[in-house]
């Protein structure tokens, strides 16, 4: 077993540089794909319940902030841990590795019980607070207080699933994200149609699927067939390893949770100066934005492994080899999807909602908000070569800078000038500064990093 796992390891620092990428990015795109879907098919199918789809709509879109903030948490410990799981791998320190991922499933475990409290307590004021209006508030109750049962199947299947990524699983780490969303796709219309529940049925299918997904990633760190396993004796708490996977994982976390921040901002701001139909409106824009940045974030954490193992490895040059296939792939992608968007904006529009007026809005403000979308690939490949060397204080600026520093901000000033078209431009305008500032800090401090491999 062991000689099987080290052959499977050393292919990250001698395979074809080129198959291996699309033997870990592929599968990994399709799981974040399919793993945007568990959100986007709701929305979906939601946007289409008669008489109410627009109003319930938005009710669910003022449950985003939350919804992110819980898998924020999972990115915390899981895009924390398996990196650094994976530069143990490189350094074959296979017992550093599991002892990272066990005390990774003790904190999400106990993430799990004090976010499902949280939110049970105060999710009512939160959700006025982020936009919900008393027309909206009913159905936005309704599918958050089915949802947060679900919470620890949402860490689980999130946070663990990342440690398959790491050990070059990226088809496994695939299968378990397509478990759940089958099961939910499946689910979807049965629970909120055939049965009348309405948002109810959709966060019941939603943390139904999630468990499924749970149950899958634990069956596999449990066995045998993982290169590092879940061990009872790794899941006692060792605060310096906590603590080195909080350093690296309050990046990931803060670019996640700042999505819920930034969904508040931007929700709070539309109700003020549009209404509800204007914040009807972010939720699709923020959904084809996950549509966009999710897939690209698949292919990031797919080839991640392979620059974590080589700068673990020392092997600099497939180091620089990884990140330029990186770099040139997500810069595509990311033009590509921002030609489609201010080609087609009725087309996605159209995916979420019948209702002419939300369509012909989306269509109007869906360009703006997705203008500087083309450069954004730079950012995450820059970040996500950040992330796999280890760099936790640069990636913890730049997680701040765009969302907190630009993105914000300029949703609060603009609209007080330019109405609420102001908080559209926020978007592009934040996205363009960011990846020219990340750009730049990777240039001066790429080769800087290296050489300390």
């Given at each position: ?8 390891d ?8 080129g198959k291996?990428i ?23 199918y939601?946007?289409?319940?008669p008489?109410v ?13 939350i919804?992110?903030?819980?898998a ?29 991922l ?6 999400l475990?106990?993430?799990s ?8 307590i105060?999710?009512e004021?939160?959700l006025?607070?982020?936009g919900?209006?008393?027309?909206t508030i009913?159905?936005?109750m ?21 440690f398959?990524t ?25 629970l ?7 948002v ?47 350093a690296?994982g ?5 670019m ?10 931007l ?27 999710i ?17 673990g ?15 040139i792939?997500c ?7 921002c ?17 002419e007026?939300?369509?012909a ?12 979308i083309?450069i ?14 280890g ?14 520093f ?28 960011a ?7 990777f ?5 800087k ?5």
């Open positions: 077993m062991e000689n099987t796992q080290a052959r499977k050393e292919k990250l620092g001698t395979a074809p540089l291996l699309l033997s870990l990015a592929l599968p990994a795109v399709a799981a974040q794909l399919v793993n945007v879907l568990y959100n986007i098919v709701d929305r979906m939601i946007g289409h319940i008489e789809g627009s109003v319930a709509l938005t009710g669910i879109g003022v449950c985003f902030p919804l992110t903030l819980i924020a948490f999972s990115a915390f410990i899981g895009a924390g841990g398996a990196p650094l799981a994976a530069i143990q791998l490189g350094k074959k320190n296979r017992e550093g590795a599991e002892k990272i066990g005390n990774g499933f003790t904190v475990l106990g993430l019980v004090i976010l499902t409290i949280f939110f049970y105060f999710k004021p939160l006025y607070k982020f919900a209006s008393n027309d009913v159905y936005a309704e599918y958050l207080n089915i949802y947060l049962i679900g919470t620890v199947f949402v860490q689980l299947a999130l946070g663990l699933n990342m398959i790491s050990q070059g699983q990226a088809k496994i780490a695939m299968l378990s994200v397509l478990i759940g969303a089958i099961i939910n796709i499946v689910l979807d219309p049965i909120i149609f055939g049965f009348n529940m309405g109810k049925g959709a966060a019941l299918a939603t943390i139904i699927s999630q468990a499924c997904s749970a149950i899958w990633v634990l069956a596999f760190l449990f066995s045998k067939r993982s290169g590092i396993r879940i061990r009872v004796e790794n899941m006692k708490p060792d605060w310096k390893v906590i603590g080195a996977i909080a690296l309050v990046s990931p976390f803060i996640q949770a700042t999505e819920s921040l930034i969904s508040i901002t929700n709070s701001g539309l109700q003020r100066y549009g209404g509800d139909l204007y914040v009807g409106s972010m939720t699709i824009l923020q959904s084809v934005m996950q549509l966009v940045v897939p690209v974030m698949g292919l990031t954490q797919g080839t991640q492994p392979i620059i974590s193992f080589n700068y490895a020392g092997n600099k040059e497939r180091v620089k080899k990884a990140f330029s296939v990186i770099l792939t810069v595509t992608l990311t033009t590509f999807c030609v489609m968007t201010m080609v087609f904006p009725t087309m996605f529009a159209k995916m979420f909602t019948p209702n007026e939300l369509i809005l989306v269509g109007k403000v869906l360009p703006i908000y997705m203008g500087g083309w954004f690939g730079v950012q995450m490949a820059c970040q996500s070569a950040f992330m796999g060397m760099q936790a204080k640069i990636s913890l600026f730049l997680a701040l800078l765009r969302k907190v630009l993105l914000i901000p300029m949703a609060i000033i603009l609209p007080k000038f330019f109405g609420v078209t102001g908080i559209y431009y926020s978007e592009p305008i934040a996205d363009i500064i990846a020219l500032v990340t750009g730049t800090l240039l001066l401090n790429f080769k990093i290296l050489a300390k491999a």
